[in-house]
């Protein structure tokens, strides 16, 4: 594990986006597994910068995105696959045929699902994968549980999570009461994990995930067993790692 240490959260961003787009020119044809979340807003907005001044194209990237809202899909405008366009997507010259979120709008969880599965298992192994983290340790939406699910599954959300999105909604009840979620296989067996953490509320969980016992409870403690697992944190959410 590579713990980098960025001073503030512009600093981390700067930091995750040279490590992206140096991905994406050594490997012109990545698969990149991409987040949402406040958390990588900025790496977005930075990559956005280098392709528009033409240094870098992700004209040959795939990408898988980590999860979706149930009930919401394109034309929602708080659904994820609106986020990704508004945030990375339109502002970047990948085809829109390259990029893959799961089906919100279709309700046959299992379909949904099963197919999300085979989109994330033709393409071999993701090449690296972005990570936020949940106040609860969730990465995606596996939320604390009795046991890791492996693969894309139909999750209900935690009552803490539908509040920390909350602030997405304009009201509590808007805030989706479940989501699909890609399951950890694809994250461990992903050839690179890049975890983004930011703010003194995070320091807890991320201490916990890294240093703690590897149990469902805390999810991200999963990652632990990564082989190559970079995290970014800035300063305050690093407070307590040594
Ligand atoms: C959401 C997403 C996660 C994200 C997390 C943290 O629920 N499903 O992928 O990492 O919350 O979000 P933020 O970066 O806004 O703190």
Redesign the pocket.
């Known amino acids: 594990m590579r713990i980098i240490q960025a001073a503030n959260y512009d600093e981390l961003s700067a930091r995750a986006a040279e490590i992206l787009v140096a991905q994406v020119l050594l490997k012109p044809k990545s698969v990149l597994g991409l ?5 990588p807003v900025g790496a977005y907005q930075k990559m956005a910068e280098v392709c528009r001044a033409g240094r870098v194209s992700f004209s040959e990237c795939h990408t898988v995105n ?2 979706e809202y149930v009930g919401l899909g394109p034309g929602d405008e708080q659904s994820y696959h609106t986020f990704m366009w508004e945030n990375l997507f339109s502002h970047i010259d990948i085809p829109a045929e390259h990029t893959n979120l799961p089906d919100g709008k279709n309700l046959d969880a299992a379909a949904e699902c099963a197919r999300y599965d085979k989109v994330i298992a033709d393409f071999g192994a993701i090449d690296i994968q972005i ?4 106040h609860n340790g ?1 990465i ?2 596996n939320e604390p549980a009795d046991y890791f699910a492996a693969g894309t599954h139909h999750v209900e959300l935690d009552e803490s ?1 539908i509040e920390a ?1 909350r602030r997405f909604f304009s009201s509590r009840e808007e805030v989706p009461k479940s989501a699909y979620s890609m399951g950890l296989a694809p994250i461990l067996h992903a050839k690179r994990v890049l975890l983004m953490v930011s703010g003194e509320a995070k320091a807890d969980v991320l201490y916990k995930s890294l240093t703690g016992p590897i149990t469902p409870q805390v999810p991200a403690s999963i990652l632990q067993l990564h082989s190559d697992l970079i995290v970014i944190a800035d300063e305050a959410a690093a407070g307590k790692l040594a």
């Open positions: 987040a949402t979340g406040s958390t980590l999860d990570l936020g983290i949940g969730h995606a939406f999570t999105n």
